[in-house]
């Protein structure tokens, strides 16, 4: 069985990085419409009879801790490219910096999460969380947090 070059996998978990900035991390669905909240802060509402409106969070609160996990994913997945780069080139293993990346790929969705469960007050945090589920920004940071270790560990 051919072995597999860790770098292969890092370069994978940077590309899963990349999608996590462009898809959304919350989203609401039902029969009047659905909207969509990115971390970094776009929101879309999308109506059953109108026309699709895109803004940005109005909430300094919760756009500062959206950014601040958009700019940790941003970081992690420009260190995996040039670091998968490098070793893909020199033959050198990076091991305990991609297992860093993996680790902070985790961390990153929970930071937004908490940051918003407590900007939000107490009895409007279930509520948000019971319209808005999670989307595959949520998830993805969790995959591409896996695959970095596993970059790591190979």
């Known amino acids: 069985m051919a072995k597999i070059k860790s770098?292969?996998?890092?370069?994978?978990?940077?590309?899963?990085?990349?999608?996590?900035?462009?898809?959304?991390i919350a989203y609401y669905d039902n029969f009047l419409g659905e909207s969509y909240i990115w971390m970094w802060g776009l929101y879309t509402l999308k109506p059953l009879l109108g026309d699709t409106s895109f803004n940005f969070i109005e909430s300094n609160e919760l756009?500062?801790?959206?950014?601040?996990?958009?700019f940790l994913i941003f970081l992690i997945t420009l260190i995996?490219?040039?670091?998968?780069?490098?070793?893909?080139?020199?033959?050198?293993?990076y091991?305990?910096?991609?297992?860093?990346?993996?680790?902070?790929?985790?961390v990153a969705p929970l930071i937004f999460f908490f940051g918003v469960?407590?900007?939000?007050?107490?009895?409007?945090?279930?509520?948000?969380?019971?319209i808005y589920s999670f989307h595959f920004a949520f998830y993805g940071?969790?995959?591409?947090?896996?695959?970095?270790i596993l970059a790591g560990l190979i």
Request: positive net charge.
């Open 7 to 24: 770098y292969l996998v890092a370069y994978f978990a940077a590309i899963v990085g990349i999608i996590i900035l462009l898809t959304p």
């Open 63 to 70: 756009l500062i801790w959206g950014l601040l996990a958009t």
């Open 80 to 93: 995996l490219l040039l670091t998968a780069r490098k070793a893909a080139k020199r033959n050198k293993k």
């Open 95 to 106: 091991g305990f910096l991609w297992i860093l990346c993996g680790i902070l790929y985790i």
């Open 117 to 130: 469960s407590s900007e939000v007050p107490l009895w409007l945090t279930d509520l948000f969380w019971e």
């Open 141 to 148: 940071s969790f995959i591409a947090g896996a695959l970095a």
